[in-house]
Each structure stands twice: as C-alpha cells, then as structure tokens.
C-alpha cells in the first residue's frame, strides 16, 4: 500500500511488537476503519489523528482469557479495571459459571455463581439473550463467551449433590448446543466446587462430545489443584480427548503447602498430553488465589484473607485467623459463621507460579473479581505485571514472549479471529505501553488502583483509552466462528 494514502488513524514512531513472539520493529502503523491498513515507513501519509509513540511498545490489546466480567460487561461497560491495563478482549464464562443460558430454579444464587452478581444480574435464559445484551451496552472491550457446566446445572437441578441423570443430561446438552448455535466459543466446567464435584465422567463426556463435535473449546477449573493434581489433569485430558475437543486448563497452579514443588511434574504431564491433542493452560502472576470461602480450604498453613461475609459484613478486610481469635472460637468455625464469604488465599509458592508462568502452552489471564468489593489486585494490575515485574525486572522471559501470551497465542486458542497480531488486516486493538514507567500499582491492601505506563489503548479501531483517561467505548460480543 502507497505510503501516500490518508488513514482514519497513524500511530508513528511505535517499536512495535507483533505478537508472535518476533522482535520489536520500529514503524508507523495506520488504521482504516476497524483494521490495521498498513505498517512501516509510512512518511507521506496523512491521517484525520497522528499519534506519535514517542518510542513507546505497540502490542495488540491483551486479551484476559480468563475472567469473570459477564455481568459487568454490561453492568459496568466502561471496564476500567481491564482498560487501564491494556486488555482489549476479555474471555468470560469460566470456572463452571456464566450469565447465560440461565433459569436460576432458586431464590439464592448458587455459589459460586453468586460471584458473578445478585439473582437479578441472571436475566439470560439463552446466549442470544445475553449476546443481545452486551452488544446494547456497548461495552469498552470485546467479550467472548463460554457456557458454564454448573450454569447449565443450575437450570435443572434441585440438589447439587448427585450425578445429573440422564434426562438432565440430554437437557444440558440440548441447552448447550443451542449456546454454541448462537455463538458461544465453547464450555468451562469448575469441578472443584460443590456444585459440580459430584458430576461424573459420563455427565462430562456427554457435553464435552457436544463442544468437540461443535469445534469449540473445553476449559476447566480442574477437580484438585491439592494432593489430586495429577489425576484430576489426566481427567481434563481424557475428557476433551473422548470430545476431539481443544483444552485449556485454567489458572494451574501447585494449591496447597505440601503441593508446593511440583509444578515441573505438572507441566511435564502438559507437554505430553500436547503431543497428541491441543491443550494449554492459563496463569496469573501472583501466589495467592480469589474465590467464594471454600470450607475445604480452611487451613493453619497458609493466610487466609477475608474479603466479604453476607452474615458478617463487620468481620471482612480482615485475616481468618484474627477474626477466629476475636471470636474465640476455632478457624473452621469462623469460616462457617462467616459464610457466605468471600476470601484470598496465599496458597502458592513463587517457585511454582513462575515456572507456569514462563512456560511457551501458558497464557496470561488474571481471573479477577470485578463484583468483591476488595478484590485481589490482579483484577487490576495482572497484565502490567506480567510485563514490568516478571519481563522488565525479574527477566523471566523476554518482552515478545511475555506479549504472544498476552496476545497471539490466546487469539490462537480462543478462536479469535484476526485478533492477537499486528499486521495488515488484522483488528485494530492494539495497546501503546513505556515499559520505563509500566508498574502495576494494585496490591492486597489497596487493590484498587489502575496501572501506571498504558499510554493509549485501542479496540476496534476506536481510541477507547488515552492518557488515563477513558474516550470511546467500541467493543462488542465476538461470536465463535465468526468477524
């Protein structure tokens, strides 16, 4: 293309870093509606906006794979806490839970579902439903969507606490068809919680079967990240293997003070299941995880922090062993009180998380809670971290391959279309970073705070983010197969 075309938009000067793991070249990039025209010495072209990138990193906009924004996308469209890092896509429905397809049969929210909203955030009995709906906010970023295995329980099921039978499994499926019909990229199941341990591997084969047969993807919060991290690995292997489906295992991790370790046996079963079916797996850069308080997990070993308790608001922000000392009572009892409740637990070591993290099948995504109200900081600072502690100061790995994890390899997995690369054609999401200034700022005790070091952040074409300041709002549903 002439270098003497006019572009709605020309970025000049970027050190630009395509996303596949190639080094940074230094070039101008135009964009022409929603796409990126052109790249290189672009010196006689015009454009309605020039941004000079003053020798800052363009990477394309980072995609969260794993999220739990589904309501918020549309509750809370502006999703700052994703813009201010640089997140142009995030993935939603994981862990087993997702707004859609729902017909909540209960007047409480089924943990953990309760930690995507309140029963009147579940309003999507089906994924067009839902899809409808996040395209009428128009949310800042892209959303893809998966269909959670304990939603689809949920719909059907008066007691969690039993394999689902035959019927109720020929509904899930039928109901799960229709979501990947309507766009749905694919199933999350969350086996280790309450609501969904207890289904077999006949229950899972049979939706798994459903999403290989679809060309979807199968992701899985595994049965036991504990002791039963192996076998419940095997599990999701031979689950998406029966399926002929693509698997990510979300956020793996070594849980558990006498799994601490282990991790290089961990991704070793990984690398051998990937010589032979397609599989990866997602990881956040830190060592303590975030979830409902899970009685199972209640342990001397480790801090736990309590983040909310709907019994005892007054109790929360404050560590379980402190709150169990005041009460006078033990830690078990003090989680059971405090039900339903919120909590971070510092059950990982750094030698374990890094390993995962560095590892070429793993991915970035942060697995944050936008509904807690003091959620991990990771729901704020996951992306920057990875690249300005982990790349830039710990030099775990080098910045292209710290941005393809971010970027190409997660677009790759999660059937995003011309998405995850710079190059002509591709969507213009692309995010302008100083990797001099790029700190993420949230920690445990201030988790709310947005990351230094994002310069400008682009979706659809559309600035949507400059100079810490939100602009336009252009993201959309992404549908699996689909532009």
């Not at 940074?24 to 010196?43: F, K, P, W």
């Not at 030698?351 to 970035?364: E, G, Q």
């Amino acid at each position: 293309m002439s270098s003497s075309h006019h572009f709605d938009v020309l970025i000049r000067g970027a050190r630009v870093l395509d996303g596949t793991g190639a080094p940074a070249l230094e070039a101008d990039v135009a964009i022409s509606g929603e796409r990126i025209a052109a790249l290189g010495n672009l010196d006689g072209a015009s454009a309605g906006q020039v941004i000079d990138a003053h020798g800052c990193y363009l990477a394309p906009g980072f995609i969260d794979v794993h999220t739990h924004d589904d309501t918020n996308v549309i509750r809370t469209p502006e999703m700052l806490p994703k813009l201010t890092q640089g997140v142009t896509t995030v993935i939603v429905g994981n862990c087993g839970i997702s707004a859609s397809p729902v017909r909540l049969r209960s007047s409480a929210v089924p943990d953990p579902m309760n930690l995507l909203g309140h029963r009147e955030d579940f309003v999507y009995p089906s994924f067009a439903n839902y899809a409808e709906a996040v395209n009428a906010a128009g949310p800042a970023v892209n959303v893809a969507a998966l269909v959670g295995h304990t939603a689809l329980r949920a719909n059907l099921m008066d007691a969690f606490d039993r394999p689902a039978t035959r019927d109720e499994i020929e509904s899930m499926r039928s109901a799960l068809k229709q979501a990947l019909d309507e766009g749905a990229i694919g199933m999350s199941s969350g086996l280790a919680y309450k609501n969904a341990r207890h289904a077999p591997l006949e229950e899972m084969h049979a939706l798994v079967d459903e999403v290989g047969r679809r060309g979807a993807l199968y992701t899985t919060h595994l049965r036991d990240e504990f002791a039963g991290l192996p076998e419940a690995m095997e599990e999701a292997f031979a689950t998406a293997r029966h399926g002929g489906a693509e698997l990510v295992i979300s956020h793996l991790k070594c849980a558990g003070v006498g799994n601490w370790g282990n991790a290089p046996l961990a991704l070793e079963r990984l690398e051998q299941a990937a010589l032979s079916q397609t599989c990866h797996c997602d990881c956040y850069p830190y060592t303590a995880g975030s979830s409902t308080l899970d009685l199972g997990q209640v342990t001397d070993e480790i801090n736990i922090f309590i983040t909310w308790s709907e019994p005892h608001p007054e109790m929360a922000r404050q560590p379980l062993d402190e709150i169990a000392r005041v009460w006078a009572v033990s830690l078990m009892e003090a989680a059971m009180r405090l039900q339903p409740a919120g909590a971070v637990y510092h059950n990982m070591s750094e030698a374990d998380m890094t390993r995962i993290l560095s590892h070429p099948l793993t991915m970035v995504g942060s697995d944050g809670l936008p509904n807690d109200p003091h959620p991990h900081p990771r729901l704020w600072g996951a992306f920057p971290r990875v690249i300005a502690h982990y790349c830039r100061d710990e030099k775990l790995f080098e910045l292209p391959e710290a941005i393809r994890k971010m970027t190409s390899l997660s677009a790759r997995n999660f059937g995003l279309t011309d998405r995850g690369e710079i190059r002509e054609g591709a969507f213009a999401d692309l995010t302008l970073f100083d990797l001099a200034t790029l700190e993420d700022v949230a920690t445990f005790s201030d988790p709310i705070a947005p990351a230094r070091g994002i310069e400008l952040v682009m979706v659809n074409g559309r600035i949507a983010y400059q100079g810490g300041v939100p602009v336009e709002r252009a993201g959309r549903l992404l549908y699996r197969g689909a532009v």
